[in-house]
């Protein structure tokens, strides 16, 4: 029903910045919401920010508000995640995620849909 692929990850310096792609597809979009996530090794998945596709409302982890902006493109089906101020400790796995929800969902296990992950590593 809905398929996600994220792109853009990599090797940045500390203090850097990335900008992550996910492009979706489905037959129907508006209806969803959209969300970040990372996971580092041996570590839990945490939820960094998301998005109401057709409304604009967005959610953001304190953790990262301020450095981090989720935003939409309708015309490219595309949720971007522009991440500035980069840290070591951003090092991890990214992944966006889609649920059938009018909010911006903070809980991983609501989401049905996620995509394969981009590796982001943030050097000292």
């Known amino acids: 029903q809905v398929q996600l692929v994220e792109s853009g990850g990599g090797l940045v310096q500390a203090g850097g910045s990335l900008r992550l792609s996910c492009v979706v597809s489905g037959h129907t979009l508006s209806g969803y919401a959209m969300g970040w996530f990372r996971q580092a090794p041996g570590k839990e998945r945490e939820f960094l920010a998301a998005?109401?596709?057709?409304?604009?409302?967005?959610y953001y982890a304190d953790s990262v508000k301020g450095r981090f902006t989720i935003s939409a493109d309708n015309a490219k089906n595309t949720v971007y995640l522009q991440m500035n101020n980069l840290k070591p400790e951003d090092t991890a796995v990214y992944f966006c995620a889609a649920v059938w929800d009018h909010r911006p969902i903070y809980r991983g296990d609501t989401y049905d849909y996620w995509g394969q992950g981009t590796q982001v590593t943030v050097s000292s």
């Open positions: 998005i109401t596709w057709s409304g604009g409302t967005t």
